[in-house]
Structure formats: structure tokens, C-alpha cells
């Protein structure tokens, strides 16, 4: 079975960074992508950002150039950088890896931007 663990997540200001890590139990390789998605209280689950396997990087509106995704593939790590962060960037942040049919979740880690 696959597991995806996410980390990193916490509390911060406006204007500040956070990075978060998703820890996948196989080869990254061995999906097609790996994505961030993030919900808050209320609204449905959305897309942030992925890292497909020939490493291609996309990235929702909101977060394009403020968030880059990353990848360690020895570590089989996913990174997401978060920048310049805002009160409605707050969300509990969900790491995704896909292939084929199926998809896999985290747990997901609470991000709370406030001053």
C-alpha cells in the first residue's frame, strides 16, 4: 500500500514562507505525478500544484509565482515552497500521487497564515 505523509505545516504570518514536504512510501517515479491539493473549512478540496514525471511543473492561479513544487527523487520527496503568504492561502494541505486509475492520499497538514 502506498502512504504519502505530509509535514511541515503550521502557523505564520502574512508575507511569510512555509515549506511543506510530502514523504511517498514508492517510487516517485512510479506515478505520473504527484500533486498538492488544499482545502479549507467549508469549501471543497483544490488543486495547488503538481510535478508530473518528466518533471513538468503547473500550478493553480492563486499560488502561480508565489509556491514552487519540487522534487528530491533519491529521497522520493515532494516539496512545496510557499511565499508571500495570505490569510486565504490558510488550508489544510493534502499531498497526491496518481496513476493510471488510482489515486493516493495523505493525511494532510494544517497551514494557518494570521497575524
Known amino acids: 500500500q502506498v502512504r504519502l505523509v505530509e509535514s511541515g505545516g503550521g502557523l505564520v504570518q502574512p508575507g511569510g514562507s512555509l515549506k511543506l514536504s510530502c514523504a511517498v512510501s514508492?517510487?516517485?517515479?512510479?506515478?505520473?505525478?504527484i500533486s498538492w491539493y488544499r482545502q479549507a473549512p467549508g469549501k471543497e478540496r483544490d488543486f495547488v500544484a503538481s510535478?508530473?514525471?518528466?518533471?513538468?511543473?503547473d500550478y493553480s492561479d492563486p499560488v502561480k509565482g508565489r509556491f514552487i513544487i519540487s522534487r528530491d527523487n533519491a529521497k522520493n520527496m515532494v516539496y512545496l515552497q510557499m511565499n508571500s503568504l495570505k490569510s486565504e492561502d490558510s488550508a489544510v494541505y493534502y499531498c497526491?500521487?496518481?496513476?493510471?486509475?488510482?489515486?493516493?492520499w495523505g493525511q494532510g497538514t494544517q497551514v494557518t497564515v494570521s497575524s
Open positions: 510535478i508530473n514525471v518528466g518533471g513538468r511543473m
Open positions: 514508492d517510487n516517485i517515479f512510479n506515478f505520473n505525478a
Open positions: 497526491r500521487a496518481n496513476v493510471l486509475a488510482r489515486d493516493y
